[in-house]
């Protein structure tokens, strides 16, 4: 009774706390921003409370417990459940053309009828979570624990460029990156500089890496000589240099790309270790005269990239002794 008591004054004072966050919130539709902000980032009140603070989080734990106790709960016998398995699935369905951004696909698809609803070719990402530790009933729990703490409404203000990154004050808007064209109506709706953002900051943008990247491999930006640039060396840490290298690595083992990069020479390395020995490896076989270097960095900021940026540089500075030429490679 004392256990049951405590919860209520806790689930009393949580709920009195979240009716004055509400009160301080501002609506969803609001447009204004802090000089502080980010040209694209709209203010919002963060959350005060801890999901671990919640009634909803003791029942998860209660479960867990269960799962530690139950022998009937082990996954081997779990994954022996064709129901349950089923309904731990998730089907994304898109297709070519919509990755293209010239059709819009409804993803209101469910796993029974296969995700597929049209005699177009579609490409399905399915996710399988039945080999985690759950159940329909620890799905629910979760659910409880979502709703309790607004978790759709946050999604929503991280989608509408809310600056949900309340540390940098910033918005959170990656998503956006891989938006095509075609939902700029939809995201105008969400955020009142949508247009802006998607087709300016982003396609725009876009474009202009394609055109550069373009004209690299045309050789019409050439190295300082007027050589053409054959290698590429990538320098940046975490995100910067495995998102990166995991596309290289990926299109490796498709045969037209291997065998384009083959045919013309060109090569690839990525450089984020600050050991003078793996500088020397990355770049022991390479012709400045040839080379193109991108810095990858938010901030430009980050020791380990602008030490290996520091030491490019020296590399550029010691094999192109022109002073004119410096300068063209240099910048």
């Given amino acids: ?28 539709s609001s447009s ?7 040209p694209t980032a709209r203010p919002i009140i963060p959350l005060r409370m801890k999901c671990t603070e919640v009634p909803q989080f003791t029942a998860l734990q209660m479960a867990a417990q269960n799962f530690r106790n139950d022998d009937k709960l082990h996954l081997k016998h779990l994954l022996a459940d064709a129901f349950r398995s089923q309904g731990l699935t998730a089907v994304h369905t898109t297709s070519a053309s919509f990755e293209r951004g010239s059709e819009v696909v409804d993803n209101n698809l469910n796993s029974n009828n296969g995700g597929t609803t049209s005699t177009k070719r579609l490409r399905r990402l399915i996710l399988d979570y039945s080999r985690q530790h759950v159940t329909g009933q620890t799905m629910e729990l979760l659910f409880d624990l979502a709703d309790r703490m607004g978790l759709t409404d946050r999604m929503n203000e991280l989608r509408s460029g809310y600056a949900v990154d309340v540390t940098e004050k910033r918005a959170a808007m990656h998503h956006v990156l891989r938006m095509p064209k075609s939902y700029v109506g939809k995201f105008r709706a969400r955020h009142p500089r949508g247009e ?13 890496v394609r055109e550069f990247s373009e004209d690299v491999r045309e050789g019409k930006r050439a190295g300082c000589t007027g050589r053409v640039l054959r290698n590429v060396i990538c320098i940046g840490i975490g995100g910067f240099y495995y998102g990166p290298e995991c596309v290289y690595e990926a299109l490796r083992g498709d045969e037209a790309a291997a065998g384009a990069a083959e045919r013309k020479g060109r090569r690839l390395r990525f450089l984020a270790n600050i050991d003078p020995v793996d500088f020397d490896l990355c770049t022991r ?16 900021a980050t020791a380990e990239t602008m030490q290996n940026a520091r030491s490019v540089k020296r590399w550029f500075v010691r094999s192109l002794c022109g002073r004119e030429e410096q300068g063209k490679t240099i910048a």
């Fill in 1 to 28: 009774q004392q256990q049951q008591q405590q919860q209520q004054q806790q689930q009393h004072q949580h709920q009195h706390q979240e009716q004055q966050q509400q009160q301080q919130r501002p609506p969803p």
């Fill in 285 to 300: 076989d390479l012709d400045p005269e040839e080379t193109l270097v991108i810095v990858m960095s938010k901030s430009f």
């Fill in 196 to 208: 802006e953002i998607l087709m300016e900051q982003v396609h725009g943008t876009l474009e202009r």
């Fill in 32 to 38: 204004h921003s802090t000089s502080s902000d980010p």
